[in-house]
């Protein structure tokens, strides 16, 4: 008579049920032969290998009677109760035995060892109630698993007797519940066997897995992890060449193959094999044959773990990439583009990337308007230092040697040479001027070093000075003015020339048209942005540049005044800070007075860049050299020269050589001699009367090396 599937499963159980209260006796019994309280006494050792012995042949009996393949459902069905009488008589004896033994040795055991006997003897007595109630189970199981059954009428003797149905009934159930079909997870395996591994991998195939490498030696295994990353290896244990043991240990310590799982497969049923294995990092072992479900289930659980550990290892990766961006942040050398492939994710980490990078942004847009307001301070400071500078190189004694030079002295005949233009071999010779680093101006402005900051724009205040009057320097300054403005730059302009101002005469003003000037700003008596004139009107109709011009008075008695009473010398220079911030200047351009007197030691002592215009001329040659060497004195960083007047025939490039290698100062710009300059007396600006004259272009070459 055929067995249905059902009453297999429920002899299945049974004996699981009764296998484990047994397994308990075995380990217990185990742990307590090694203890060295049990082994120091014969008579207590004695007693727990009987016990021992006992629980191995209760074990033996409950698989052997309970084997699905041997037992008749007729001894169940049939004659229940003689077959459950059969298995109590077979199992209570040893059953006694082990509950005698255990009772004895809690009697005479040491007491470190009676918690496992106590463990022991309940093992014992759960036991005990499972075989008195074997046959009332199995029927009410038999009744339950009838489809004509009703297990809600069923009469329960024993509270074993629920548990146990409940337990038969939700564990067959699961077992046998259809799986949902899961996609396979492919990666690359290789396997690794010397005898024939094409069997295996065209099984593993068959199953789903598309990508499977073979190697038949160690050797050979190890040339192609070299050439290419596997995802899960099938290691044979016993091969000719080397063994799959140290094969296994090699790949261990390997830095790249250590995290690649290793399922070892072997013909062997050695336990010690197989621990040896798991020892070594084997992730698994399977004997051969192998089943081919367990074998598909094993190689997948497999390479889901490597998939999430590969996960896992980029994740850390990607965390250490965001943990060395905080600390370039901190280092001030952070790039927000750097983490610009990560934030593409859609997730949380992604989520946090894109944060960070906010955040990053925000913090070095902090810095960098905490560097200029920390700019704009230390210019402050040094602005007071230089000017305190000025005022005390204004009274020393070199000082007043320096003004006896430059007003007239004659020691400078007959030590120029040269055939049309003077020589400047005197200058270069100089051993009392101070040297710096030879740079030219376009590489200053890149720099930025001669820009102030001016609220949140930045204003480049230049000083254009001469050490005679003559030099066309006012003349200089309205056409760099306009051809600054003419590109689009908001400029203003300062005639600080108060013994003789003429700066407003190139405009066009007049005593009628001036209402406010400088001389009023310094004597309290107005803002200076109410004494600035926009003549922005001169600029080309397309341009978006400014002009604004603060004129010096040329009232006499205000000119007298101002001479006789003087003024603060911090209102003037806290005058250029506020008429920058109120126009928004680009470029302040400072029309200076002629010469070496206090206040222009302030002036260029205060300036961000300063233009010395000078012509071909003996006495401007001296006096350039003794107004390069007092800004020297006074730290000015930027210096420039501009020469005006230069003939038609003069070799211009060879002469603006000698001048940067005589004062180790950049030349901005040498402006040719132009008659329609002279025709002109100052009355007009030239650019703006000549816009494509070549003088006009060369002052438009000087104002972009401004721009920078």
Not at 121 to 132: E, K, M, P, T, W
Not at 271 to 281: S, T, Y
Request: aromatic share 6%.
């Amino acid at each position: 008579m055929n067995r249905s599937p059902v009453q297999n499963r429920l002899l299945v159980y049974l004996r699981h049920e009764l296998c484990t209260p047994i397994n308990g006796m075995i380990g217990y019994s185990e742990l307590l032969l090694e203890e060295p309280q049990i082994q120091q006494r014969p008579e207590l050792l004695d007693d727990l290998q009987k016990i021992h012995a006992c629980s191995k042949q209760l074990l033996s009996l409950v698989i052997t009677t309970l084997d699905p393949e041997k037992l008749e459902v007729s001894e169940i069905e049939g004659e229940l109760d003689r077959f459950g009488t059969k298995l109590r008589v077979e199992l209570l004896t040893p059953l006694s035995t082990i509950m005698g033994y255990c009772e004895m040795l809690l009697e005479d055991a040491p007491a470190e060892s009676i918690p496992d006997l106590n463990h022991l003897n309940a093992s014992a007595q759960q036991l005990l109630i499972l075989v008195n109630d074997i046959v009332s189970l199995a029927q009410q199981q038999l009744q339950t698993l009838d489809e004509q059954g009703d297990a809600a009428t069923l009469s329960v003797k024993s509270l074993a007797a629920v548990n146990f149905l409940q337990n038969a009934t939700t564990t067959f159930v699961s077992l046998h519940r259809e799986s949902p079909e899961k996609q396979i997870q492919d990666g690359m395996i290789l396997v690794i066997d010397d005898s024939n591994p094409d069997l295996l991998a065209r099984k593993l195939k068959r199953q789903g897995y598309t990508t499977v490498t073979t190697a038949t030696s160690a050797q050979q295994a190890l040339e192609q992890l070299k050439a290419a990353p596997c995802d899960l290896i099938l290691l044979d244990v016993i091969m000719s060449d080397m063994n799959g043991l140290e094969l296994l240990e090699q790949l261990k310590q390997h830095e790249n193959w250590r995290d690649i799982p290793v399922i070892m497969i072997s013909a062997l049923e050695e336990i010690e094999g197989a621990v040896k294995c798991i020892e070594l990092g084997a992730e698994d072992y399977l004997q051969k044959p192998f089943d081919p479900t367990l074998l598909k289930a094993r190689i997948g659980a497999c390479l889901e773990k490597k998939r999430l550990r590969d996960q896992e290892i980029l994740y850390l990766q990607q965390v250490d990439r965001l943990t060395t961006a905080a600390a370039e942040i901190e280092a001030k050398t952070f790039t927000p583009g750097s983490l610009n492939d990560l934030n593409q994710q859609q997730d949380e980490f992604g989520q946090l990337v894109r944060v960070f990078q906010k955040m990053a942004q925000e913090v070095q847009s902090r810095e960098r308007t905490l560097v200029q307001q920390v700019n704009f301070l230390q210019a402050a400071v040094h602005k007071d230092q230089r000017v305190q500078i000025a005022d005390e190189l204004a009274a020393t004694n070199h000082f007043r040697q320096n003004q006896k030079r430059g007003k007239g002295g004659r020691d400078v005949e007959n030590l120029y040479r040269g055939s049309l233009y003077p020589s400047l071999s005197r200058f270069s010779a100089n051993e009392e001027r101070s040297t710096i680093q030879k740079v030219n101006l376009s590489t200053i402005s890149k720099r930025g070093s001669f820009a102030v900051a001016e609220g949140n724009r930045t204003t480049k205040k230049i000083v254009v000075h001469a050490f005679r009057g003559g030099t066309g320097k006012s003349n200089l300054t309205c056409n760099l003015a306009i051809s600054l403005a003419k590109q689009g730059y908001r400029v203003g302009i300062v005639d600080t020339d108060l013994q003789s101002p003429g700066i407003h005469i190139l405009f066009g003003l007049d005593d009628e048209t001036v209402t406010l000037t400088l001389n009023d700003y310094l004597s309290g008596r107005c803002a200076l942005h109410e004494a600035t004139y926009d003549f922005s009107r001169v600029l080309p109709e397309q341009s978006e540049g400014a002009v604004y011009l603060i004129p010096a008075s040329v009232k006499a008695d205000e000119i007298t005044r101002i001479l006789r009473e003087g003024y603060h010398d911090e209102k003037l220079l806290d005058g250029f800070s506020e008429i920058s911030r109120d126009l928004s200047l680009d470029f302040l351009l400072i029309d200076s007075h002629p010469g070496i007197a206090p206040e222009t030691l302030q002036a260029i002592a205060a300036s961000s860049l300063l233009l010395l215009v000078l012509r071909p001329d003996y006495q401007d040659y001296q006096g350039t050299a003794v107004i390069v060497e007092l800004a020297r004195m006074l730290s000015v960083e930027n210096i420039s020269l501009i020469v005006n007047r230069a003939l038609p025939n003069f070799d211009v490039e060879t002469y603006r050589q000698q001048l940067e290698t005589s004062y180790d100062v950049p030349v901005a710009g040498i402006l040719p001699f132009s008659e329609e300059m002279m025709h002109l007396s100052s009355s007009e600006i030239f650019s703006v009367c000549y816009p494509d004259h070549p003088l006009t272009k060369v002052i438009d070459q000087i104002s972009q090396q401004l721009i920078g």
